[in-house]
């Protein structure tokens, strides 16, 4: 490729590579996503990235992958405080306590710059990020999903997890109203396809 071919390719805003028109999409992958103010989205090599953290001010983490364990390697002066949710990324898995606990940190954790992570960042990370959505800004599961696939394409979480962040959304939309029967039913839908 000559240099004035090179100059006609795009530039990643976040790293400043020069990429190819069809590695676009998945290079924009490889970096972690802006959600919201102070919140992002992401998968393991961005909770292990000291430029991009540092970049993005990230100073907690908080990883949801059962099978990633912590791997803290701070450069000097750096401190990261991480938390960890044990989910397993299995259609079967009963993410529903956890993704409310993780929607408390998140409360929690406010003032802060937070990356949440899984392995890939497409399914239990995102998952997480959605629970959070519907809970602070009073987003819809539906509304939620788009406003997060328009910012990373690749949010794709699984069937498991998309039946109880419907009940989430119905939770949390009873609560909002005062409709504690719908809250309940919401629980309910959640055990019958867990437990029969």
Not at 27 to 46: C, D, K, Q
Not at 164 to 187: E, I, M, P, W
Request: hydrophobic content about 40%; aromatic content about 8%; overall charge neutral.
């Amino acid at each position: 490729m000559t240099e004035t071919e090179t100059d006609a390719l795009p530039r990643c805003a976040d790293c400043g590579v020069t990429i190819d028109w069809l590695e676009e999409p998945r290079h924009a992958e490889s970096h972690m996503t802006f959600v919201l103010p102070r919140l992002y989205v992401g998968a393991e090599w961005n909770a292990n990235n000291q430029y991009e953290l540092q970049r993005c001010g990230v100073d907690r983490i908080i990883n949801v992958a059962r099978e990633l364990n912590h791997v803290v390697e701070h450069k000097k002066n750096t401190v990261i405080t991480r938390y960890k949710f044990r989910l397993h990324d299995s259609v079967y898995e009963m993410v529903l306590p956890d993704l409310l606990r993780c929607v408390a940190l998140l409360q929690q954790l406010q003032p802060h710059c937070v990356l949440v992570h899984c392995v890939q960042g497409r399914s239990r990370s995102p998952s997480a990020i959605l629970a959070y959505m519907m809970w602070s800004q009073s987003k819809r599961l539906s509304a939620a999903v788009a406003e997060l696939q328009a910012k990373r394409p690749c949010v794709s979480p699984n069937a498991g997890y998309m039946l109880q962040l419907h009940a989430v959304d119905v939770l949390f939309l009873g609560l909002k109203y005062g409709h504690t029967a719908s809250a309940c039913n919401a629980l309910t839908l959640i055990a019958d396809y867990l437990f029969c």
